[in-house]
C-alpha cells in the first residue's frame, strides 16, 4: 500500500472519499498524543483540556507513543468510529507482521458491549479499509466476526465481552468499545478485569501492541473509571493517556442546548452527554425538591381520579394506596371550562369503566396555570400479615374511598395484588396490573424527577412518606444495571407514587399533559 502514513494522513485521505467524516479537532488531538505527532499552540490549549495535564507535559510528549489510551467521552462523541479507525489503521500500517512467526496472522481484535455494538464497529472497520483501498474478506470463525485483509497477516476480529473470548490468539491491538457499561459480575468474577488481563496476555509478543478502551462513563467503579482516575491529568505517567470531555467539545456538531432538549433529566445529562461518571450509589430525588411537593394543592379540578395500591409481600412490607389525579387549577377557568371538563369527565369515566384508552384533556380547556398531579388520600395498613388485617377488611375500606372520591378504575404491581382483584371486583372497583420490569422502573422515576423538577406533584403531608422518598436511592450494580430502593427501610409509599408515573407513561391517567392524543371515531369519521 505504499509508504506508511500517519493516522492523521490516514484520516485526511479517507476524508476524501464519500461517506466518509473528517476527524473532530479533539479526535485529532487525541490521535497525535497517542502516536507522539507534533502539535500547534492551539492543540496544545485542547489537549491541556482533554488530558488534565500541563502545557509543558504536552509538549514535551512529542515523539512518544502511548501504549494505552483510555477515553470518556459523552455519547455520540464519535468514539466508536475512531475506535475502528485506530484499528483498520494499526491492522494496515502498524507494522505487527514483524512480531508474528511464518505462516502466524496476528489479530486486532475489537470487543464491544454487545453483538449490535460489534456490527457497528465491524462497518466502521470496512468504512476505512474501504477508503484507504485495502483488499479483505468477511468471514466467520465460529460465532465470531472476523475481517480477513489480504494484503497484510491480520485478521480483525469481533469479540463479545466474555472472559474467555480473546484466549488463545496473537493480539497485536485490542480495541475496547463502551467498556464502562460492561458486566463487571459474571458468576462472582469480574470481567472487565478478565478480560482486560486475557488481552494484555494475548499481546505479550508484540513490540508496539497498542490497547484502546472508550465509553461513556456510568458509574464511579469498574476499571474503566479506575484507570482514567488515575492516569487523567498525571503528567507523570508515559503508559496511559487519558482523555475526556463533553459531547459538544468532541462532536462541535451538536450543542451543548441540542443535547440538554433530548435530555431533560439533568442527572441522566451530565453522565450520557457531560461525561461524568455517577457515583454508584446515590439519592434518587434531590432533597429540595422532594420537600416542596408537600404543599396544599389549593383550588382544583381532578381530571379522573384513580386508586394506586401496593399491596404487601410479607416480610414487613405494608399494604399502601392513595387516590391520584391530575389536576387542573380551576383559578382561571370560564363556565364554558367548567362545562367541557364535565364533560370530558364523564366521557373518560365511561371509557374507564369499558376498559378503552383515555382521552387526553382537550388543549382548549387547559387554563393558564400548569396542570398537577395530586396525591389526594394516602392509606396504609403496617405488615398487614403480623397485624392479621384480612384482605377483604382492607378491601371494604378501600371501596369506601373509592366511593367517597368517585373512583372505578384500580393500578398495581404485578407481584402482590393478586388476592386484592377479586375483592375489589366485588365491590365495583376494576383492578388493573402495571409491570413493574426494570425499563419501566426507570422510565417511571425518570417521569417523577421531571414532575419534580417542574412542581408537578402534590402530596399531602406524610412523614413516613416524606422519609422514604428522601431515603430512596439509585444504585447502579456491579452488572451496569440502575436499582432503585430504599436505604435501610421500605419504600411502599414511594412505589405509590413510581406506580401512578408507570400509569401516567401508559396513558391511564387522565388529564395528563403527557398523554398521546387519542382520536375518537364518529360515523366512520375521525372526531
Request: aromatic share 10%; glycine share 8%.
Amino acid at each position: 500500500m505504499g509508504e506508511r502514513p500517519t493516522i492523521i494522513e490516514a484520516a485526511r485521505m479517507a476524508a476524501t472519499k464519500p461517506g466518509v467524516e473528517p476527524l473532530t479537532p479533539l479526535w485529532e488531538v487525541a490521535l497525535r498524543l497517542l502516536y507522539g505527532l507534533p502539535l500547534t499552540d492551539e492543540q496544545v490549549a485542547l489537549a491541556v483540556r482533554a488530558t488534565g495535564r500541563t502545557a509543558e507535559a504536552i509538549r514535551a510528549l512529542e515523539g512518544h507513543r502511548f501504549a494505552e489510551l483510555w477515553t470518556r467521552v459523552g455519547r455520540r462523541g464519535p468514539k466508536s468510529s475512531t475506535h475502528a479507525l485506530i484499528g483498520a489503521f494499526e491492522a494496515g500500517w502498524g507494522g505487527h507482521e514483524r512480531d508474528v512467526m511464518p505462516g502466524e496472522r496476528f489479530v486486532v481484535a475489537l470487543t464491544a458491549k454487545d453483538v449490535a455494538g460489534g456490527h457497528i464497529l465491524a462497518r466502521f472497520v470496512r468504512m476505512w479499509l474501504d477508503a484507504w483501498g485495502f483488499t479483505y474478506r468477511t468471514t466467520r470463525s465460529g460465532s465470531l466476526h472476523v475481517i480477513e485483509l489480504d494484503a497484510v497477516p491480520c485478521d480483525i476480529y469481533i469479540f463479545p465481552c466474555t472472559t474467555t473470548a480473546p484466549r488463545g490468539y496473537p493480539i497485536a491491538v485490542a480495541i475496547f468499545d463502551e467498556s464502562a457499561h460492561w458486566s463487571t459480575d459474571e458468576t462472582g468474577a469480574r470481567p472487565d478485569i478478565e478480560i482486560l488481563a486475557a488481552h494484555r496476555a494475548a499481546m505479550a509478543q508484540f513490540r508496539r501492541s497498542l490497547l484502546v478502551s472508550g465509553s461513556t462513563p456510568l458509574a464511579q467503579q469498574g476499571v474503566h473509571y479506575d484507570t482514567i482516575e488515575s492516569a487523567w491529568g498525571n503528567d507523570a505517567e508515559t503508559r496511559v493517556l487519558a482523555v475526556q470531555g463533553p459531547t459538544w467539545e468532541w462532536s462541535p456538531s451538536i450543542t451543548e442546548e441540542r443535547t440538554r432538549e433530548l435530555e431533560p433529566d439533568p442527572r441522566v445529562w451530565r453522565r450520557e452527554f457531560r461525561a461524568e461518571p455517577v457515583a454508584a450509589s446515590c439519592a434518587a430525588f434531590e432533597p429540595e425538591l422532594i420537600d416542596q411537593c408537600f404543599r396544599a394543592p389549593g383550588n382544583y379540578r381532578g381530571a379522573g381520579r384513580v386508586l394506586v395500591i401496593d399491596a404487601s409481600g410479607g416480610g414487613g412490607d405494608s399494604f399502601a394506596a392513595a387516590v391520584v389525579t391530575w389536576c387542573i387549577p380551576t383559578a382561571d377557568l370560564t363556565p364554558e371550562q367548567e362545562y367541557l371538563l364535565e364533560v370530558h369527565r364523564a366521557d373518560n369515566k365511561c371509557r374507564s369503566e369499558l376498559g378503552i384508552e383515555l382521552l387526553p384533556l382537550p388543549t382548549f380547556a387547559r387554563p393558564n396555570a400548569p396542570p398537577f398531579v395530586c396525591f389526594e388520600r394516602l392509606l396504609g395498613w403496617q405488615d398487614r400479615f403480623k397485624l392479621s388485617v384480612g384482605s377483604n377488611t382492607i378491601a371494604q375500606q378501600l371501596a369506601l374511598t373509592c366511593q367517597q372520591f368517585g373512583v372505578t378504575s384500580a393500578f398495581g404491581d404485578q407481584f402482590g395484588s393478586f388476592w386484592i382483584r377479586n375483592d375489589l371486583a366485588q365491590l365495583g372497583v376494576h383492578f388493573s396490573e402495571i409491570a413493574w420490569t426494570n425499563p419501566n422502573k426507570q422510565a417511571a422515576v425518570s417521569r417523577v424527577r421531571h414532575w419534580l423538577r417542574e412542581r408537578m406533584l402534590v402530596l399531602p403531608q406524610h412523614e413516613q412518606l416524606k422519609r422514604e422518598l428522601h431515603a430512596y436511592s439509585e444504585r447502579v450494580t456491579p452488572s451496569g444495571a440502575i436499582t432503585y430502593g430504599g436505604r435501610g427501610q421500605h419504600d411502599d409509599f414511594v412505589a405509590l407514587i413510581i406506580t401512578a408515573a408507570m400509569a401516567d407513561s401508559q396513558n391511564l391517567l387522565a388529564g395528563s399533559p403527557h398523554a398521546q392524543f387519542v382520536y375518537r371515531h364518529v360515523g366512520g369519521y375521525q372526531a
